[in-house]
């Protein structure tokens, strides 16, 4: 499996990705493609970031059920 594949996989499995996700999408696109080209440490860190921050943006229900993140997300 190349970049490209794995980001287009990512975009297949995570159903909860909109048009406001588009902007981070594309640019992890664009980012996978240049890394099949050349495999630079630079690249692998903007991958990593932009992968990670869309990750981040995942509705998640584990959050919704630990007490302990509860609070500390409502800062008590």
């Given at each position: 499996?190349n970049?490209?594949?794995?980001?287009?996989?990512?975009?297949?499995?995570?159903?909860?990705?909109?048009?406001?996700?588009?902007?981070s999408?594309?640019?992890?696109?664009?980012?996978?493609?240049?890394?099949?080209?050349?495999?630079?440490?630079?690249?692998?860190?903007?991958?990593?970031?932009?992968?990670?921050?869309?990750?981040?943006?995942?509705?998640?229900?584990?959050?919704?059920?630990?007490?302990?993140?509860?609070?500390?997300?409502?800062?008590?």
């Amino acid at each position: 499996m190349n970049f490209e594949n794995a980001v287009q996989q990512f975009i297949a499995n995570e159903t909860w990705l909109s048009a406001a996700h588009a902007p981070s999408v594309v640019a992890l696109q664009a980012v996978a493609i240049e890394l099949d080209r050349e495999v630079t440490a630079a690249l692998i860190a903007q991958f990593g970031v932009l992968h990670r921050s869309l990750l981040k943006e995942r509705p998640s229900v584990q959050a919704d059920l630990d007490p302990l993140a509860e609070l500390l997300r409502r800062g008590l």
